[in-house]
């Protein structure tokens, strides 16, 4: 809710600064956040490199590098699975930032091997606890390129994450909340037979 109406508030004060000519040109040439570390992050790639933006906050929310070399950090060594996540931890060490999260919000969660290489997957955290839905895939193929980044983050959090409730409270709205509102499971249709549907009385 906060970012709607951070981007509400983003796209209200946009059309008020359009209105004046005078700052319109002036906003025009001051590069957007992140735009420095978008350009770093292209020339430091080798290959052809796509970068797109995260519809809900703006900031990157995909890149890859294309070709048959194409690698977003060339000359660190990813040929295993240590390297894979070295490698992909490194990359968000150094531009975390143009995807949202701030120094130190990116945890490593896991990686998996497949035939192309590796998936590792980072969450990002927040004063220790993790951020619902904010989560980075980076793919490194069997030669040790870092082809790809996508993902979510939630940018510029400001939350208080002192509990409200004790643990026993929480436990208990739980309970109370499951039984106003019970999940039933659906009612299986039973398979009719053409044999059962010829015998039933009309």
């Known amino acids: 809710m906060r970012l709607m109406s951070q981007a509400v508030a983003l796209v209200l004060l946009g059309a008020g600064v ?18 420095s570390l978008v350009k770093q992050m292209r020339g430091e790639a080798d290959g052809q490199v796509a970068v797109s933006a995260e519809r809900a906050t703006g900031e990157v929310g995909f890149i890859r590098a294309r070709g048959a070399n194409g690698d977003l950090l060339p000359g660190v060594s990813g040929d295993s699975t240590i390297g894979a996540v070295s ?12 995807f949202g999260a701030a120094a130190g919000q990116i945890a490593q969660t896991g ?46 959090l400001a939350l208080d994450t002192s509990p409200r409730s004790s643990r026993g409270q929480a436990a208990r709205r739980a309970i109370a909340t499951v039984r106003a509102s019970p999940r039933r499971a659906p009612t299986a249709a ?7 549907r010829r015998s039933r009385p009309s």
């Open 18 to 35: 359009a209105g004046v000519p005078g700052i319109q040109t002036t906003a025009a040439s001051t590069p957007a956040p992140g735009e």
């Open 87 to 98: 490698k992909a931890s490194a990359y968000l060490d150094q531009y975390g930032a143009a």
């Open 111 to 156: 990686v998996q091997s497949y035939r192309y290489g590796w998936i590792v997957r980072f969450e990002q955290t927040y004063r220790g606890l993790p951020v619902f839905g904010a989560e980075l895939k980076a793919n490194v193929d069997k030669q040790g390129h870092l082809t790809s980044l996508s993902g979510f983050a939630a940018p510029d």
């Open 190 to 196: 039973l398979p009719t037979s053409r044999a059962s």
